[in-house]
């Protein structure tokens, strides 16, 4: 079991360390003016729109407004949190890795839910974001299983306890 959840901390890490540098540089072009941003930023995020077909962030509709700046606020600085949690092994990785995947998991549900009924979005499209899906159900399940295996007696319990003697 100690591989495994070593291998799916690896995973996370590679996946936060990903969210760490691209939510601030390219996400926030959705809810920034574009001069915050340098051009060359700001052409990558227009080649990435037009070759993925990528409509949500060509067009900004009000709710993807809404799910970066929650992302910006609220989910990048979970990802630095959990990025420092998975070098340093705090105790309170699982729950930050809870939290942050109920928000990623829920904010992913709207958009899939958005490029699926609507028609408009390319399988292309859909790839690019199915992993970011299964990112927030893995770190769902690393918040959740993260005590599995572990034994729930205490040192004191543990220990048989001796009457003294008068």
Do not use: H
């Not at 995973?11 to 920034?32: E, H, N, R, S």
């Amino acid at each position: 079991m100690g591989a495994v959840r070593k291998f799916v901390d690896a995973l996370l890490f590679v996946f936060f360390l990903v969210i760490a540098v691209v939510a601030p540089l390219f996400d926030a072009q959705t809810c920034l003016p574009e001069t915050f941003f340098p051009k060359s930023l700001v052409d990558l995020k227009n080649w990435y729109s037009v070759e993925y077909g990528d409509y949500l962030v060509g067009e900004k509709p009000g709710f993807f407004v809404g799910l970066v700046w929650v992302e910006l606020l609220f989910a990048w600085p979970l990802s630095l949190l959990n990025l420092y949690a998975l070098v340093a092994g705090a105790s309170w990785l699982p729950t930050t890795c809870l939290i942050y995947g109920a928000s990623t998991l829920t904010a992913m549900t709207a958009i899939m839910v958005e490029m699926v009924t609507s028609g408009r979005a390319s399988e292309k499209l859909l790839l690019m974001y199915y992993p970011f899906l299964g990112f927030g159900v893995l770190t769902i399940l690393r918040g959740l299983l993260s005590g599995c295996g572990k034994s729930t007696t205490t040192p004191n319990s543990a220990k048989p306890s001796k009457k003294k003697r008068a």
